[in-house]
């Protein structure tokens, strides 16, 4: 396996545009699955196989891609986007810094045109890489933006919003006007507890308040799409996954809370926690005893 996972990187490091599709059907060949593209509206459809959602929009005069997975993933889209269109991907925007969103990033390297994300998330990519020794192995975006940004590409309007502090400090929400359609990144685990990264300015107080203001900013007819869902949901959706998801954040904290006013220890208080009060439909395991550290921290004392 590491010497495919090798040999694939490798490949997409050495690789101009016309060596794609031979090593498209090289993975193939390997039995390594690809993942599949699914049309939404217009032009514009998601790419799901391992890691974050992938976005994108592909037609005559643009093409879009909105985070990129990891490297041998990444390669296998590639190779589904060469099927379609010749064009050099005009811009590729990552929605934050995790790794199952912008690892893939260097299969990119020379096949697009223009790398946006936010200002803190290319502070925290440069971080992250430097912490794992790999800067050399990664493509970092060559634009940032603070609030807001707004381009046209191809036949779209892209306007990228920063609400604050949410998942990390650096998540972007993506707006493909003509389309309506937002990729939310992991500002929204539909139907599934959300990872909370303090290491990264996370902020669960701001998360909520950042999702109410998605809600006014977007309408009924908007579709999201979702960095990731529980086990049988979909990665796409409406406003009402985002009210759900605003909804345990704030049972949470004031769950949290409550527990602290009346004394109980954040190790009592994992113990006895099998899910939040309120919000019991999203479950437990690991991820509410990180959900619940997390929200103690930030109470504070
Ligand atoms: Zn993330």
Redesign the pocket.
């Known amino acids: 396996m590491s010497t495919r996972r090798t040999f694939l990187k490798q490949g997409s490091l050495l690789a101009g545009t016309a060596m794609l599709p031979m090593q498209h059907i090289m993975a193939q060949a390997l039995g390594i699955e690809a993942g599949q593209m699914q049309s939404l509206r217009r032009n514009v459809g998601i790419y799901t196989e391992r890691g ?1 959602t992938i976005g994108w929009m592909i037609d005559k005069s643009g093409v879009i891609v909105i985070d990129t997975q990891f490297p041998d993933q990444a390669t296998n889209f590639i190779g589904k986007v060469k099927e379609q269109t010749d064009r050099k991907i005009d811009l590729l925007i990552n ?4 790794g ?2 912008s690892g893939g990033n260097i299969a990119f390297k020379g096949l697009v045109n223009q790398v946006v994300a936010h200002s803190n998330s290319k502070i925290n990519q440069e971080r992250v890489a430097k912490e794992k020794g790999n800067v050399d192995q990664t493509l970092f975006p060559d634009t940032t933006y603070d609030t807001e940004w707004t381009k046209n590409v191809g036949d779209e309007i892209v306007k990228l919003h920063y609400f604050g502090a949410g ?2 400090n650096g998540d972007t929400m993506i707006h493909l006007e003509n389309a309506n359609i937002v990729h939310m ?2 500002l929204l685990f539909n139907h599934r507890l959300p ?1 909370i ?1 303090p290491s990264a300015g996370a902020s669960i107080q701001n998360w909520i308040k950042v999702l109410r203001k998605a809600r006014k900013t977007f309408d009924k007819d908007t579709l999201f799409i979702f ?1 990731h869902a529980g086990e049988g949901y979909e990665v796409t959706g409406d406003l009402s996954a985002l009210k759900a998801k605003e909804l345990y954040l704030k049972k949470l904290l004031k769950y949290v809370k409550k527990e602290k006013k009346k004394g109980t220890t954040i190790e009592q208080l994992k113990e006895k926690t099998e899910t939040i009060p309120g919000a019991t439909e999203w479950g437990g395991g690991r991820m509410k005893n990180i959900n619940l550290q997390v929200a103690w921290d930030e109470l504070g004392g």
């Not at 929605?95 to 995790?98: L, N, V």
């Open positions: 974050g929605t934050h810094h995790h199952d969103h998942h990390t990144g992991d990872y990264d960095g």
